[in-house]
């Protein structure tokens, strides 16, 4: 069929049918997030049975657990040259093949480094789909569903963290082994993935903007009918036309606040802390739950997990009714009073352990209102469809930079400071955040994708 053909080609004008194909195309691009909250999940279960298997010393565990977040970096890093160059879907089958071939090579290695570079292979995928996914569903979204569209992701990323540790609970009753089928299991949802994607659409302004202008139109009309498809396509043709892209266009003085505002979300998303709650929280429990168990901290870790996964949930609901901005002032509020009560808690030994517990759940409800699915959708609709693989790439890069430093060190900073100064520290660059986003970051709810860069313009 001729592009002609297609572009004059009825349409399904039917409201209820185009909301259901956005929402097929978004949930099989979201499949990304469960493989990405799987794999980093997956290795706390494992670990204790790798360390029999290959004899690893403390340094060589370390080298285990890390060298998925080496290959996070990398494949984000490289996420932007990728996506704007071969397109966002061609390049999510990257990922998807990455995914598939570390499941497959981390439950067959025969040694060590094997074991680590297919580790490092599944992180290449972690970063691509990090940075890709979010821009390819907020490009593809209407625009007063996106944000709903887009926590998709980080709600994909929470379910797949609850499933790794539901799964390593089962699959640990095979013994010594169980740790290959515990990464092995990984490579049916990154083959469902994969197959998925050959059935959903480019995005169609990455198809405009290189020049596939009845492709793209094409797209557009099935996602949002062809009258407002006609709009869209006037918009982003005019913004594509207002500058072509260059080298050193992610630092030009309209685009060099926009890249200043996502990546200091990023990191300031990390930052605070999350992670030493959800990488650490079993370790926390056991050493302030007196006369618990083990088990009864895991089982507390677990509940974290599912208001983790409750509160995405509720974020979904309300992002594009409350917006961006006001979400993220009441998460990083309310991040840095749970976080204060929680130190305060720490440091009475008289406090009850439901404090401890209590505050720590609040503290993950807020972030995962806020900061946890709204970072994504922010850093993925405030730059120009020309730059957009680029400059999601940069801040996601810096993401998990934070990530990794912040991971890397909370044991550290708990060992100099002490447990109660540890999270005060983390209350404050709560509150930093919340003075950042007063300060710095305009509400985009609402508004289409061309609209928020007419807004950044005439900031």
């Known amino acids: 069929m001729s592009d002609r053909a297609t572009l004059e080609q009825p349409l399904s004008g039917d409201l209820e049918a185009n909301r259901f194909y956005v929402w097929m195309v978004a949930s099989v691009a979201a499949i990304s997030g469960f493989l990405f909250g799987f794999d980093t999940a997956v290795i706390n279960g494992a670990l204790v049975f790798l360390r029999r298997q290959f004899a690893l010393s403390s340094l060589l565990t370390e080298i285990a657990a890390s060298s998925l977040l080496l290959g996070c970096l990398i494949g984000a890093a490289s996420a932007g040259k990728f996506s704007d160059g071969l ?72 379910i797949g963290i609850l499933a790794a540790y539901l799964t390593n609970w089962q699959l640990a009753a095979l013994g010594e082994t169980s740790w290959r089928w515990m990464f092995g299991v990984a490579a049916i949802p990154a083959a469902g993935f994969l197959f998925g994607l050959m059935f ?21 009309a099935k996602i949002a009918g062809a009258a407002e498809a006609q709009t869209e396509l006037v918009a982003i043709e005019f913004a594509v036309s207002e500058k072509s892209s260059d080298s050193g266009e992610l630092f030009a003085p309209e685009i060099r606040k926009r890249v200043f505002v996502a990546v200091s979300l990023a990191v300031l998303q990390q930052i605070s802390g999350i992670n030493t709650v959800l990488y650490y929280g079993s370790v926390l429990f056991t050493e302030h739950f007196h006369g618990e168990s083990a088990k009864a901290a895991l089982g507390a870790n677990v509940v974290v997990g599912l208001v983790n996964l409750l509160c995405t949930l509720v974020a979904m609901i309300f992002i594009d009714r409350w917006g961006r901005r006001g979400l993220f002032l009441v998460a990083s509020g309310g991040m840095a009073v749970s976080l204060t009560v929680l130190a305060i808690a720490l440091h009475v030994a008289t406090i009850a352990p439901a404090v401890i517990f209590g505050s720590v759940l609040l503290y993950v409800a807020f972030f995962a209102v806020g900061l946890g699915p709204g970072v994504w959708v922010y850093m993925s609709e405030i730059f120009p469809t020309r730059v957009r693989g680029r400059a999601t790439s940069l801040a996601t890069t ?59 313009g005439r900031q």
Request: hydrophobic share 55%.
């Open 87 to 158: 397109g966002r879907r061609k390049s999510l089958m990257g990922a998807a093949l990455l995914f598939t071939a570390s499941a497959i090579g981390s439950a067959l290695a025969g040694s060590f480094i094997v074991f680590s570079l297919a580790r490092f292979a599944g992180g290449l995928a972690i970063g691509l789909a990090s940075a890709l996914t979010p821009v390819y569903i907020s490009e593809v979204a209407p625009r007063n569903s996106r944000g709903k569209l887009v926590s998709l992701n980080q709600l994909a990323i929470v």
């Open 200 to 220: 959903i659409p480019e995005s169609p302004r990455w198809l405009i903007t290189r020049g596939y202008r009845e492709a793209g139109y094409a797209v557009l």
């Open 398 to 456: 810096a993401l998990w930079t934070a990530c990794l430093v912040v991971t890397l060190t909370f044991l550290s900073i708990v060992e100099a400071l002490g447990t109660s100064a540890a999270f005060l520290l983390y209350a404050l660059l709560s509150l930093v955040t919340f003075v950042f986003v007063w300060k710095w970051v305009p509400e985009t709810r609402g508004k289409s994708l061309e609209e928020i860069q007419r807004m950044w």
